[in-house]
């Protein structure tokens, strides 16, 4: 049973508009999320978090959206640019249960493509 | 990224021999990961580490065991490689509380 689903295989955008990233998660321990990129023969490279007590978190191109109440997350960039097209992870944790650990939970990836 | 060293790089091997995979940080990190990504999965945990000598199990542990003796290093073992551990294999590291994880650019292992 899948507990982070991105339900986007793949996104195709223009170059300098806006590309938003889906999540959808259904533990509700889980208490923290992050969005991680990934290019090809690489490993994933973090991106930008977001804990439960907070809505929103914003750094530079990059704004996370959080609804509890809906079970879902998203990841805004813009403007958008060539070199953002990778693959894009969520993940979650329930570190409060989890005792700090932090294993995460991924979903399985969008594919953005950025168009000239 | 966070001084995350994995070796091999790649690696073919039979099925029935052991694997040990090498994850080396130099960050001084608390927290240890081993993940496994398969089409269609994303990635899922294996094992982790919170400190020397202190493992855990994680989502997809059957198969897999995992020692920490020092700090910076994590080692992954396949103590017989079945061709369903076809796949590639990250590390990550982390400080804990507010930090995240940061991942090593992965282990290509081929079991035939």
């Known amino acids: 049973d899948q507990q982070v689903k991105q339900n986007s295989p793949s996104l195709s955008v223009q170059e300098g508009r806006i590309s938003i990233l889906n999540c959808d998660y259904t533990?509700?321990?889980?208490?923290?999320f992050l969005w991680y990129k990934k290019y090809p023969a690489e490993g994933p490279t973090f991106l930008i978090s977001i804990s439960s007590i907070k809505d929103k978190n914003e750094d530079g191109r990059f704004t996370v959206f959080l609804n509890k109440s809906a079970k879902h997350l998203s990841l805004h960039i813009v403007p958008s640019q060539p070199g953002d097209s990778a693959v894009y992870f969520c993940?979650?944790?329930?570190?409060?249960?989890?005792?700090?650990?932090?294993?995460?939970?991924f979903g399985k990836g969008t594919h953005l493509i950025i168009q000239p | 990224d966070a001084g995350i060293t994995q070796s091999p790089r790649h690696k073919v091997t039979e099925t029935g021999t052991p694997v040990t995979l090498r994850c080396h940080q130099t960050e001084n990190h608390r927290y240890m990961y081993w993940y496994r990504q398969d089409p269609g999965h994303g990635l899922r945990l294996i094992h982790y580490s919170y400190g020397v000598k202190d493992t855990d199990k994680g989502e997809v542990s059957d198969g897999y065991s995992v020692s920490r003796s020092k700090t910076e290093d994590f080692l992954l073992t396949l103590e017989s490689a079945t061709s369903s551990q076809t796949s590639v294999y990250f590390c990550?590291?982390?400080?804990?509380?507010?930090?995240?994880?940061?991942f090593g650019d992965g282990t290509r292992l081929s079991i035939l």
């Open positions: 990550a590291t982390s400080l804990g509380g507010d930090q995240p994880q940061h």
């Open positions: 993940a979650a944790s329930a570190r409060v249960s989890g005792g700090g650990a932090d294993g995460l939970t």
């Open positions: 533990n509700s321990m889980f208490d923290y």
